[in-house]
């Protein structure tokens, strides 16, 4: 017999890094979740992964048993550390804080493609340019 799922819970967590604190103890606590445990499966499943923010989804059962599946990272966030950018613009539209070469767009658009609905990679590359575009980076090519 299969388990009953209770709820799903989605969090962005720095890789290596997740601790029984807020965020995450407080989106699990509340489940009755071992908080330690997941904290413990998490930062060995992304310890290599230095500090980049990784998303997860967590399936809790109704037997408070858990499974997550781990995400790429935000499309942003990739594209800060494309152009060693500390943060967007303010005023996207306005005032251009880097430059993104077709290059780097399809970097990451391949780290990306299995979380992306795009059909191919020109169309994943689109999606990240428009991504680049909202932060205030100008895009080449």
């Not at 997860?56 to 599946?69: A, H, L, P, Q």
């Not at 979380?115 to 990679?121: E, F, G, K, M, R």
């Not at 169309?123 to 080449?140: F, H, L, P």
Request: glycine share 8%; with cysteine.
């Amino acid at each position: 017999m299969a388990k009953e799922i209770k709820t799903v819970i989605k969090l962005q967590v720095p890789a290596g890094k997740a601790n029984p604190a807020p965020p995450v103890g407080t989106a699990l606590g509340p489940h009755g979740l071992n908080i330690q445990d997941f904290c413990t499966q998490f930062n060995n499943a992304t310890k290599d992964l230095g500090d980049t923010i990784i998303p997860c989804e967590i399936t809790v059962y109704d037997d408070r048993t858990f499974t997550f599946i781990m995400k790429s990272p935000p499309a942003a966030v990739l594209i800060k550390k494309a152009i060693n950018l500390a943060k967007g613009s303010g005023t996207p539209h306005k005032d251009k804080v880097g430059t993104i070469t077709r290059a780097q767009l399809e970097e990451i658009a391949k780290v990306k493609m299995e979380d992306l609905s795009a059909n191919d990679i020109d169309a994943a590359v689109k999606v990240i340019a428009g991504t680049a575009r909202s932060m205030g980076v100008k895009v080449e090519g």
